[in-house]
């Protein structure tokens, strides 16, 4: 009985357990449920938002140029009604040739002709002929019988309303006739007499112009004197029964004779625009399915709005909804791209899933990189290849800088894909963006040199030019028209884009460590010279520390090549890791050179301080010489949280004797934090197995093993390498590589026969030195 109450108890304990224990859900569940799945779906989202936008708005397949030769044909979607531009143009300006040019008449020619007109008068005061000056006489021809007549247009020293008349009607019949200068008209009218011309009267009412057309035989010109005297003397008609009076008016106005009408270029102008004005817009109709340009044609300017013609009138057909499908497709596929990407990150590169800051970064940079590529692409069609494949080939000899080679490779493909979805482009581009970034990411491991970057540069360029030539004798019509030369321009221009890509990421490399807070292997380089300021500094002032920097780098280096990490990474922060030191370089043993200890005057914790004071120390010089963030890791974590075991121990013995409970071991350790790199996790094995190198007495082989397999494996089980994914197996060959430098370091040496008779002179030399000094 009681073993059953035991065992009802125990199941109902159970069942009250799993009750209050929260049961997991679904996987996805649990996944979507995660902080890095809502910044991924955020930027997501930040992705979608803009890249949207700037491919509807900004993309599309609006990327022809003038004098381009078409690799297919544009087929019309729908039919349309356009302009035909030509034919309205053409009847525009038949409708501006059509038109007369203007002529005014000359007023002032007009005013002064009637008043020599009404001088003949004067000459009636005269009783003879001979009383007339003889020059005017001369002039027109003036006759006894020209007098006779003309006292008859004379009653009591006052011209007669006859004469008034016809001399009135003698003028206006005159300026019917369009007397025309040759060298006034517009070169594209013809010669003057023989088009037509319309005349603007002289006389009109107020506010009204009086217009007539002039046919060739009402015109004449200055020169043909003998057809202007025949036409004025038949305007002289009107002094009818006074036919000698005629004769002298006609000498009269051939003896002054100008042009009656003069070109009036502005009214001629404003006429004439006003009648094309009037000419209607002619149209063409384009049927659907029908070829709007075939292949191989050369588009022109005009040609270029025809087919933007053509998309606008097949958008403005589309309904509302078929609108939305259009976009939500685009966006679809946008997101899509967006969707892989994050994939790719979550699954191959933990760092930017683990650093929401990385992610953004990331995001900035694929949003920047396609708006380049949109906007280069539609400002330069002509160099279609090379505009769009920049900014691509930029961004992955970025990433291929701050990550890795595979994620470079991968991202370039995204890339890729969301460029050529932005502006509908062929797999040819395609193509064309990958060769330049496969062989960019191949051949960029690191950045050891400005040099290395150019040769990548010059080699993704040839790769992508090959690939161009390539697509391009495939695709495009060989037949038209120096179509050899602008495939091989194309091609040359890919070669200038590579360089062009990675001579602005060198241009750009401090911000972009600064923002992905890498180091360049350029930079590393930089920063082991020996004459750094502050390498100079530790081996002026602590030189101890400065010689024990130098074995741990040489130890790190082999050892991170060996596991496949960044040995000139490890070897950099190897020489950086010590600094702090410097300010108290006498408390530490390796500087010390022999003399007393200071720490013997001082208590365990008052060394403690000194000790781990190191490190906060380094931290703050390596702030004041503005090292890389990351290689102020290598300072801040190069003890980890390992404990200060000689102090401790120390503490331990003095508590002992005093009789008081025992310092805690968390008091006695560093604060951190645990290496977060391979890198750093090599640097702390090393700084510790060099200083026991250090102390033993006889460093064999089979010595050296033992305490390097001993510390790494007292490393291990502290859990000093817990957060840097480092495994046994990388352990192990780290291990191998400094068990094999230490070897060579702490190598025997063979030691040389010496004869006695040499070593007896050497003794009895000492002794008569040691004699002769005392």
Known sequence: MANGKSKSSTTARRRDVRKSVPRPGPKWVQMLRRREVGWAALYIAMLLAVAGPVSLWLGGSMHHYPTEVLTKPIIVRIEFVREDIQRTQQLRDAARRNLPAYYFADKAYRESLTARLHDLLTLTRYETLDEVPTEYREQVKLTELVLHELRGYVENSVPTEQWKEDTHRFIQELFELAVLDPAESHPNDGPVGTVPITIVHPDPAPGKRIEQTLYERRILLLADTKGLRGQIKTATRFFYGKEHLRNSVVELVMHQLQATYHYDPKLTGIQRDEAAARVEKQELTYPADSVLFPTGAELTRDDIGLIQSERRAYTDSLTQGQSLLVLLGRLGLILLVGVGVWT?????????????????????????????????????????????????????????????????????????????????????????????????????????????????????????????????????????????????????????????????????????????????????????????????????????????????????????????????????????????????????????????????????????????????????????????????????????????????????????????????????????????????????LCDCVESAARSLPEPTPVRLEQVVNALARKRLMDGQFDECNLTLSELHKIEESIVKTLRAVYHGRIAYPSDKKDEQAETAGASSGTAAAS
């Open 344 to 684: 790719y990150i979550f699954y191959y590169n933990d760092k930017i899933v683990r650093n929401p800051m990385r992610g953004l970064a990331i995001t900035s940079l694929v949003l920047l990189c396609q708006f380049m590529a949109v906007a280069l692409g539609r400002a330069y069609p002509q160099l279609l290849p090379a505009m769009t494949t920049l900014p691509v080939l930029m961004a992955a000899t970025v990433l291929v800088i701050v990550y890795d080679q595979r994620f470079a490779l991968a991202m370039g493909g995204f890339l890729g894909l969301l460029v050529l979805l932005s502006l509908d482009l062929s797999t040819e581009h395609m193509l064309v963006m990958m060769s330049g970034v496969g062989v960019s990411v191949a051949l960029l491991r690191e950045v050891r040199s400005r040099s290395k970057l150019v040769t990548v540069g010059l080699w993704s360029g040839v790769a992508m030019a090959a690939t161009v030539f390539l697509a391009s004798v495939t695709t495009h019509p060989l037949n038209a028209p120096n179509e050899l030369w602008r495939i091989t321009m194309d091609s040359a221009a890919m070669v200038v884009t590579g360089l062009l890509a990675v001579g602005i990421v060198q241009w750009g490399l401090p911000a972009i460590e600064k923002v992905f807070r890498v180091t360049t292997a350029m930079t590393l380089k930089e920063l082991n010279d020996a004459s750094h300021p502050l390498l100079q500094r530790l081996a002026q002032e602590a030189p101890g520390t400065y010689q024990h920097s130098l074995r741990i780098a040489d130890m790190s280096e082999a050892a991170a090549e060996t596991i496949g990490a960044d040995g000139l990474f490890c070897r950099v922060g190897a020489m950086y890791h010590d600094i702090g030191k410097i300010n108290k370089p006498m408390y530490f043993i390796e500087n010390q050179g022999g003399g007393p200890n200071r720490h013997d005057k001082l208590t365990p914790a008052m060394s403690l301080l000194i000790i781990v004071g190191h490190v906060k120390d380094g931290i703050e010089m390596a702030r004041e010489y503005a090292l890389p963030p990351t290689l102020r890791h290598f300072i801040e974590s190069h003890h980890g949280t390992t404990l200060v075991e000689y102090f401790y121990h120390a503490a331990k013995k003095q508590t002992e004797a005093q009789d008081k409970p025992e310092p805690s071991e968390f008091e006695f350790r560093y604060p951190g934090p645990k290496p977060q790199t391979k890198e750093a996790a090599i640097m702390l």
